[in-house]
């Protein structure tokens, strides 16, 4: 809503809003964009009469402006619409969708097509180093977006990716997520195959070949559809890994194309490269362009990001939750780093995590650690008391399996056990998709004290 906002602002447009609990980073970025936050929710926010209100979807009937605006017959559009009115329409939309990897992804083709001098438009769910914001509008013919499947707002429950009308599309993974809108895994099927079915004959398909639902729903695809990943259309082949780089040989159709260097790592990144390397080759970006760009990729913040080295001890961020994204995060940083000691640091604090859905998986999740902190839950009181997540019994099966695991009801807890701990040369990563009470910044600030 804050990049959005920011571009209405560069069109050209008035813009204000309301919201409650408002704090940094977001906070500090419209007061940056002069753009003035009304605090709580009051009928009088809407006077003067706007001519639009758009509405977040963590807004429900009942809320006072809402009313408001329905009573006096303001027009209002969810966020998604509003993207696609403002900032879309017109424009060849590249939308990237999946369970994992949307924002790396995104962040990429973004990247590569504004090495390329395309000028796009885009809105990504993180902040790309090389843009140092999530947003651009953008003065040429391509707009690339992450498509996330949560629902749009209370009076719209479509998936956001629904309303982008694109022309290209990229799913990267499907698995269950979002417990909290979805009840299954065939109602996310669903909205997928719905995403599928919007693509024009001529616009472009790109999906995970490794990913078995992933290619069920791109079999009824209009449009043509291309796969990456071992055994797919796009491939890489003799992976090498450095300190900084990983390094591959690039695959089309069983032909070799030309060598890859990139500072990301794992698995899971590569086929991110790879998609990334799909959309911009349909777009009719040059390999050498795209080589060159991907050089100089400098990541995302809260993906895999280095925020600290204190006292030779290395702390990492990142915005892993589920336990795939979580399995395959700690499996680049054990391949990367072979013989330091791993510490994860988890909060399980979405409305998945929260619940005991995951509860098996999140200890394969953990395995390439050598020790796990477990924080408490984030407002479990949302989450039904029988579906909630079991940290002891996370921590006690992680310990039948040879880890050292531990849950701590405080986040000073964890810091006081970290300060006991911690020896030179260890690696830390933090886990969570909010700010984890900035336990990165206060291990930081107990570790430089130490000295």
């Known amino acids: 809503m804050a990049s959005l906002a920011a571009m209405l602002k560069q069109m050209d447009y008035h813009v204000t809003g309301s919201d409650e609990g408002i704090y940094p980073p977001m906070s500090t970025f419209l007061e940056q964009e002069k753009i003035p936050v009304k605090i709580g929710f009051l009928p009088e926010h809407l ?59 995104t962040s990429l083709v973004a990247w590569i097509f504004n090495h390329a001098n395309r000028q796009p438009g885009f809105l990504i769910g ?87 639902l992933a290619v069920q729903v791109s079999k009824n695809a209009f449009c043509r559809v291309e796969t990456f990943g071992p055994g797919g259309d796009w491939y890489a082949r003799n992976v090498k890994i450095s300190s900084q780089q990983s390094f591959f040989v690039l695959y089309h159709k069983d032909q070799p194309v030309g060598e890859i260097s990139v500072p990301l790592f794992g698995a899971h990144n590569i086929n991110n490269v790879l998609a990334s390397i799909a959309v911009a080759h349909h777009a009719g970006i040059t390999l050498e362009t795209v080589s060159q760009a991907l050089k100089l990729f400098k990541g995302i913040k809260r993906r895999l990001e280095l925020v600290a080295s204190v006292e030779n001890i290395d702390i990492y961020d990142d915005f892993g939750h589920h336990p795939t994204a979580i399995l395959a995060t700690l499996k680049s940083f054990r391949q990367r780093f072979p013989q330091r000691k791993i510490w994860a640091l988890f909060e399980p604090r979405t409305a998945t995590t929260r619940r005991n859905i995951f509860q098996e998986l999140l200890v394969d999740a953990f395995m390439d650690a050598d020790c796990i902190l477990v924080a408490p839950i984030h407002r479990p009181e949302k989450v039904p008391e029988d579906q909630l997540l079991s940290c002891e019994q996370l921590v006690n099966d992680l310990s039948i399996r040879k880890k050292t695991a531990e849950y701590f009801k405080s986040i000073n807890h964890i810091l006081d056990y970290l300060s006991r701990h911690l020896q030179k040369g260890d690696l830390v990563v933090t886990f969570s998709n909010g700010s984890f009470s900035n336990i990165h910044g206060k291990l930081i600030d107990r570790l430089s004290n130490m000295r």
């Not at 099927?189 to 024009?200: D, E, G, Q, S, T």
């Open 126 to 212: 993180g902040i790309p180093r090389n843009f140092n914001r999530g947003y651009q509008v953008g003065t040429g013919n391509d707009f690339i977006i992450e498509g996330d499947e949560y629902d749009s707002a209370f009076f719209d429950k479509a998936a956001k990716f629904l309303r982008f009308m694109p022309d290209i599309g990229v799913i990267n993974c499907i698995e269950f997520d979002h417990a909290d809108i979805y009840n299954s895994i065939d109602e996310i099927l669903l909205a997928f195959k719905r995403f599928v079915n919007l693509i024009p004959r001529n616009g472009l398909l790109v999906v995970s070949k490794q990913d078995t």
């Open 47 to 105: 006077d003067p009469r706007p001519d639009l209100v758009i509405v977040g979807n963590a807004i429900s009937r009942g809320n006072v402006e809402i009313e408001t605006v329905l009573d006096q017959h303001i027009p209002y559009m969810s966020l998604p619409e509003a993207l696609r009115e403002f900032c879309i329409r017109g424009k060849r939309s590249i939308v990237i969708t999946g369970t994992h990897g949307k924002t790396t992804t």
